[in-house]
């Protein structure tokens, strides 16, 4: 891969800890939420980071997708859900993600294979297919 673009960032002290960009953009706290047995709050975590990453990113899949086909993807939103939870078949955890897509001004078969195309192109589908579930929920018209 001839990589375009590179971020990095350095954590500390683990769900509990820190992150912080080499360009310092990025810096703040984290916590593991309640429902996890942490003390929650009003700090972030790994998988809210990892949502808010993945729906900004097929989003503008759905956008160059949209663009590529001539579609209408005005007033269209990505909202990502990333669960956590015991993995089924061995030890540790594992993730899952649902993505929200929702298209407005589409018909919905026109949305649906939008989002379909979509999914093909968007590197954090790429990273994620055949690893985690991916459930994509779309609305159009």
């Given at each position: ?76 939103t990505v909202t990502g859900h990333v669960s956590i939870g015991q993995n089924d078949s061995g030890p540790g955890f594992k993730l ?46």
């Open positions: 891969m001839n990589a375009l673009y590179t971020a990095t960032a350095t954590a500390s002290g683990g769900r509990n800890g820190h992150v912080e960009s080499d360009d310092g953009v990025v810096s703040f706290d984290l916590a593991i939420p309640k429902s996890m047995g942490g003390p929650g709050g009003e700090k972030s975590n790994p998988e809210q980071l990892f949502a808010a990453g993945y729906s900004a990113c097929f989003h503008s899949a759905v956008q160059f997708v949209a663009g590529q086909q001539k579609l209408d993807a005005s007033g269209s899952a993600v649902a993505l929200d897509v929702t298209l407005p001004n589409l018909a919905q078969d026109q949305a649906e294979q939008l989002v379909h195309d979509a999914h093909q192109v968007c590197p954090y589908s790429n990273a994620t297919r055949g690893n985690i579930d991916v459930d994509l929920k779309v609305t159009g018209q």
